[in-house]
C-alpha cells in the first residue's frame, strides 16, 4: 500500500467528474488499498479516488471512533437514492481544502448502490454522519466541494487563502 499525495484547491483536477468502474480487478482493488491507508494517513474519514488524482467513482471511508476498530468502506460506482427531505447539519471539513470548516446541510437519510471491495452489489441504508460523508464523497465525484454551498464570499475568502498557501515557498532551517 502507498500514501499518496492528496491534491488541494484550488485545483482543476478536483473540479473534473470522475467515471465508472468498468471492472474491479487488481488495479481497483490496488487503488482502493492505496485510497484507505492515504485518508487514514491524513486522519480524514473519506476519500474519492479523484482526490488523489484518478478521475473513477471510487470512495472509501471509515467513521469508527478513535477508540473503535477500524471499519473500512468501499464504495465503487455509488448511485444515492430516496434522499431524506429531513435534513441534518454538520461542521464539514476536507481532506482537500486543508484547515477550513463550514456547516453544511444535507439530507438526513439516503440510500446508496454501489459494489463493494470485491465487485459485490451492495445497498446500504445511511442515516446522520454515514449519510452526511456518502454525499460529502459522492460529490466529490461530480466536481464539487463543500465551499461550492457557502456564499460567495466566504468561498472566494476560502479559496485566496489555501493559493496563497500554495504559493508561499517552502520554509527550511538551516
Ligand atoms: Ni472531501
Redesign the pocket.
Known amino acids: 500500500m502507498t500514501i499518496k499525495t492528496i491534491i488541494t484547491e484550488p485545483n482543476k483536477i478536483l473540479r473534473q467528474k470522475s467515471l465508472p468502474v468498468r471492472e474491479i480487478g487488481r488495479e481497483e482493488q490496488r487503488l482502493m488499498d492505496d485510497m484507505i491507508e492515504t485518508m487514514y494517513d491524513a486522519k480524514?474519514i473519506?476519500?474519492?479516488a479523484i482526490?488523489i488524482g484518478i478521475p473513477k467513482r471510487i470512495i472509501v471511508m471509515d467513521i469508527s471512533k478513535n477508540d473503535e476498530k477500524n471499519n473500512p468502506m468501499y464504495f465503487v460506482n455509488p448511485i444515492i437514492k430516496n434522499k431524506n427531505s429531513e435534513t441534518s447539519t454538520y461542521e464539514?471539513?476536507?481532506?482537500?481544502?486543508p484547515n477550513f470548516f463550514a456547516e453544511v446541510d444535507r439530507p438526513k437519510k439516503c440510500d446508496v448502490d454501489y459494489l463493494d471491495y470485491n465487485g459485490k452489489k451492495k445497498i446500504l441504508k445511511a442515516e446522520g454522519l454515514l449519510a452526511t460523508c456518502i454525499q460529502?464523497?459522492m460529490?466529490?465525484l461530480e466536481g464539487v466541494?463543500?465551499i461550492d454551498y457557502l456564499s460567495k464570499l466566504k468561498k472566494t475568502m476560502i479559496v485566496k487563502k489555501l493559493s496563497k498557501k500554495k504559493d508561499r515557498p517552502d520554509r527550511i532551517i538551516v
Open positions: 480524514g473519506g476519500l474519492a482526490q464539514e471539513g476536507c481532506l482537500s481544502v460529502h464523497e460529490d466529490h466541494l463543500f
